[in-house]
């Protein structure tokens, strides 16, 4: 059998090879591609309550620390640490002998101071008589009638000192001053306690109902003011409260009060939230994050935050494929974020198809092929909730 040279065996290769390069290069040279596929998200319009993220701390409504009103050794301590107490509830009992015995000294004296009285007024008497027979000089009677005047002053003295001792002996058990938690004791049995003594002896915490003071611009405040918007200052809204964990407060709280006042030095005004706390999940100390409604924004378009970008000015820009599937570009003004997406007031519609996949591999004016993704509906919805 005859041997083929090489050259005659490539020529049928090369020649295939040149026919299947042909209408690519061919297309190529025409200046046809194919359309760049890129992935995009059908907007939707709908009215959108803003909220603003302030830290904050709980704070109980109520709290009073109990320090003793008069000095003694404590006799015994009548409450159990980290339970309720009532508004009079008994805390603490000091050792009342000495009172009890101020008491006794004060009934007595009042007694005495009763007795001179008693004696001066028919002293007073017995004069008023004589003098009225021409008996005894007029300046006798004035004199037991002196006498009768310090008398009853010295009874309303006796009677003070007698009101002073009961209360002294009465604030030898310590009672609760408001209804609450209390805390843990720093006086023992035996502690010798003085009269309104720098260290409390206790403290109780009222926390029925807590407090969430939160700092807000001032800056901030008037912009949503000047901006016609529908701010949340009125008492009946609601105010979210997320915990330290991220799970969210199952109870709403209310904007109780704000400092008319704004700070010199930070800009900011003290808000103070409050949120009803009935299985005393909130402790006073714990870390929070208050979601307080600023406002409304209405017909506002929602975007997803991967389909914004910014310019070389800083501004925020979109992409969006028109009805001939041509790319635009889109300059946007954008009020707040919600959760993964962007509230937009203008430069979007609804039925705008935003690029939120493929953006470095389109341009202006470029011819796309775009596909709807599928998880953008449920997004848009989970959202606006």
Do not use: C
């Not at 065996?9 to 890129?38: D, E, I, K, N, Y």
């Not at 600023?294 to 000015?313: I, T």
């Amino acid at each position: 059998m005859p041997i083929r040279p090489a050259s005659a065996l490539l020529r049928p290769l090369a020649l295939a090879t040149a026919v299947m390069l042909a209408p690519a290069v061919s297309a190529q040279q025409q200046g046809q591609r194919p359309p760049q596929p890129v992935t995009v998200v059908t907007l939707q319009s709908s009215d959108v309550t803003l909220t603003t993220k302030l830290p904050g701390r709980v704070q109980a409504s109520g709290v009073a620390e109990v320090r003793p009103q008069v000095s003694g050794i404590i006799n015994e301590r009548l409450f159990d640490e980290g339970t309720t107490v009532n508004r009079g509830d008994p805390l603490y009992r000091i050792d009342p002998a000495t009172y009890e015995a101020a008491k006794a000294s004060a009934e007595a004296g009042l007694a005495q101071a009763q007795a001179t009285l008693a004696s001066a007024e028919r002293e007073l008497k017995r004069q008023q008589e004589l003098r009225d027979r021409s008996v005894t000089s007029q300046q006798t009677l004035d004199d037991a009638l002196a006498a009768r005047d310090v008398a009853e002053a010295a009874v309303k003295v006796s009677e003070a000192q007698l009101l002073s001792s009961d209360i002294d002996l009465e604030r030898t058990t310590i009672r609760a001053p408001l209804s609450g938690v209390v805390g843990l004791s720093d006086a023992t049995q035996g502690a010798l306690v003085t009269a309104s003594q720098a260290t409390a002896l206790t403290t109780i915490r009222s926390i029925d109902t807590v407090n969430v003071d939160v700092t807000q611009s001032a800056a901030e405040m008037l912009r949503w003011r000047r901006s016609g918007q529908a701010a949340a200052r009125e008492s009946e809204a609601e105010v979210s409260l997320r915990l330290a964990d991220g799970e969210l407060y199952e109870h709403t709280g209310r904007l109780a009060a704000a400092e008319p006042h704004v700070n010199e030095q930070t800009g900011v005004v003290v808000l103070r939230l409050e949120f009803p706390n009935p299985d005393h999940f909130l402790l006073p100390g714990m870390y929070v994050q208050v979601e307080l409604p600023q406002g409304s924004v209405y017909g506002a378009v929602l975007v997803p935050q991967e389909g914004v970008s910014r310019d070389r000015r800083g501004r925020p820009m979109a992409m969006v494929v028109n009805a001939e599937n041509v790319v635009e570009t889109r300059q946007l003004t954008i009020e707040s974020d919600l959760g993964n997406q962007w509230v937009v007031s203008e430069g979007l519609q609804a039925g705008d198809r935003v690029v939120v996949a493929g953006l470095q591999k389109i341009a202006e004016g470029q011819t796309v092929a775009p596909e709807e993704r599928a998880e953008a509906a449920g997004e848009t919805a989970a959202a606006t909730e």
